[in-house]
């Protein structure tokens, strides 16, 4: 006698949701993301600048909690990390044009952030699964820091600061892609093993 399916809490969202409170938070960082772009290039540094950005930055750990409190969903495993993405990277951007950070580091960045996302993709598509690993949280708050230090008025004359924190999330970011390439294929290893199972792990 086939079961029947147990019905979700009533502050819980299925997988399949999409108007959650953890989206919301998401699409309202996205939304607010230009007016952050045009504040970096009328000034670079300024507390303006970036009480918004550590607004924004510390956001990202709130729809993580709601997702978590109300139930996570696949639209939110997609959203999440692109919010993450196009604010990191669309604000090292506006600080490259700015002439606070150098192109080639923002560059390396954004090349593994695209391949990994590419690659990610593909993953999800052959219905592997990869589970999440500490070092991409990691990565992710060494590049927020190194925007937050390159927007403080406090390290304006001291360039350093923000520069250091750059190449120091150039290399967490490099390793943290090495390591979910890693496991992409340890899990490739075991699709013939076991079912198919999507699991949009942060990279």
């Known amino acids: 006698m086939r079961q029947a399916p147990v019905p979700l809490p009533e502050d819980r969202y299925g997988p399949s949701a999409l108007l959650t409170p953890a989206n919301a938070v998401t699409v309202v960082r996205l939304v607010l993301s230009p007016a952050l772009l045009v504040l970096i290039l009328r000034d670079p540094s300024s507390w303006t600048a970036v009480s918004m ?11 993580g909690h709601l997702a978590r409190r109300f139930g996570t969903t696949r639209s939110g495993a997609f959203l999440d990390p692109l919010a993450d993405k196009v604010l990191v990277l669309s604000a090292m951007f506006a600080l490259v044009a700015a002439e606070r950070f150098w192109v080639l580091p923002v560059g390396l960045i954004a090349a593994r952030e695209l391949a ?29 820091a190194a925007v937050g230090f390159a927007l403080l008025p406090l390290t304006v004359d001291h360039p350093w600061v923000a ?16 390591q979910y390439l890693f496991d992409g294929r340890s899990a490739a290893t075991t699709l013939g093993h076991r079912g198919p199972a999507i699991a949009l792990a942060e990279d």
């Open 116 to 144: 990994m996302s590419l690659y990610r993709t593909r993953l999800g598509r052959m219905g592997l699964a990869v589970p999440a690993r500490t070092l991409a949280k990691v990565k992710t708050t060494a590049q927020e």
């Open 53 to 63: 950005w550590i607004a924004l930055a510390v956001t990202d750990g709130v729809d």
């Open 163 to 178: 520069v250091t924190a750059l190449w120091c999330a150039v290399a967490l970011t490099l390793a943290s892609g090495a």
